[in-house]
């Protein structure tokens, strides 16, 4: 079997797109076909992502059919420990990939992209320059200020919001951290002990998708807002202790909203945010949306680029006994 990639990054985030060789899905829907993956293809997941082709830091996007009327391309997300419903950087990727290859017409002055992913239909806007804008599906603040019991620094304070996925998002400096100067290593298992705990203390629901109900990951913040073009640092930590090089997606998304709800932001103001790569998204506050259960929600606008880095050709021959990836788990 051999299977064909697009490789890029956004903000130092690897994108790798799976453009060819998949087998095929039997499920209508895309949430049918990621559980189709998780249950029949997950050995391909491991394959691509892990090492020796990959690596602990990998994600990738998998490109299927839509079953939305609207869509131009539909995705499932992937990473190390499994499947995602919503990514940012990928989306910005997907999104400069499909113009640039020609799978959608490229229109002056910008290109606009409808992806499936997941958690919705995302709209994002490409320029000529390749930069991107998506609005993401409804986000809204989930949990504000509750209790995350913890071994390491005892009972946590986090605001849950979610972006497409949920988050936990808290201030380093609350536990003692600092995103500029704390060794890696300590925000990667502050992150993991974080998600951890706030999972089995804080329930989550979503009321109209069962299989987006889970705390994707932690997301730790220099407690700035990104106001007055001062962009707010802020490290993701997900999946199997992946760190996102890009100040993720998403979690802007939710942040935003988390913002929304304490009034500290208003409709049309930008904010920026940096990650540990010193990458820059935007963020913006487009409107209202409809109330998600008994939530208020708002529409965010995210802006970033992305870049391609090569293509690749991956061979899993039967007699390769690691042609299913490994991790060292380090």
């Known amino acids: 079997m051999i299977l064909s990639t697009v490789e890029m990054h956004t903000g130092g985030e690897p994108t790798r797109i799976i453009v060819g060789g998949w087998p095929v899905f039997s499920g209508k829907t895309l949430l049918d076909k990621r559980r189709e993956a998780k249950e029949c293809f997950d050995h391909l997941r491991r394959g691509l992502m892990l090492e020796p082709r990959g690596h602990d830091g990998m994600y990738g996007a998998l490109l299927v059919e839509p079953d939305h009327p609207e869509a131009d391309l539909a995705v499932l997300f992937m990473h190390n420990e499994g499947y995602s419903t919503m990514c940012g950087h990928a989306t910005i990727a997907l999104a400069r990939w499909s113009v640039e290859s020609g799978r959608v017409a490229r229109t002056e002055p910008e290109t606009i992209v409808r992806l499936q992913c997941p958690c919705g239909l995302v709209t994002a806007r ?17 949990a504000l200020d509750r209790i995350a019991p913890t071994a390491t620094w005892g009972p946590v ?8 996925a949920f988050y936990a998002i808290l201030a380093a400096d609350s536990i003692g951290l600092n995103l500029k100067t704390s060794p890696m290593r300590a925000i990667v298992d502050a992150g993991e002990e974080i998600a951890l705990a706030a999972a089995k203390a804080i329930p989550i629901e979503h009321p109209s998708e069962p299989d987006l109900a889970f705390l994707y990951g932690t997301i730790l913040t220099d407690g700035g ?21 890009s100040p993720t ?3 802007v998304t939710a942040r935003m909203a988390l913002m929304a709800a304490r009034r500290q932001v208003r409709a049309g103001e930008e904010r920026l945010f940096e990650s540990c790569t010193g990458a820059h998204f935007s963020g ?11 939530r208020k929600a708002v529409i965010v606008e995210v802006g970033g680029q992305a870049h391609i880095t090569g293509e690749s050709r991956f061979r899993f021959d039967a007699n390769d006994p690691l042609r299913e990836g490994f991790s060292l788990g380090a």
């Not at 807002?225 to 090089?245: E, L, M, P």
């Open 225 to 245: 807002d990104g106001a007055s073009g001062q962009a707010s640092r802020n490290v993701c930590i997900f999946a199997g202790r992946q760190i996102d090089r």
């Open 284 to 294: 913006r506050i487009v409107r209202d949306a409809p109330a998600v259960g008994p």
């Open 126 to 142: 490409v320029a000529a320059d390749g930069t991107v804008r998506f609005e993401s599906v409804p986000a809204f603040a989930y």
């Open 157 to 164: 304070t986090v605001d849950i919001a979610y972006g497409g």
């Open 249 to 251: 997606g998403s979690g």
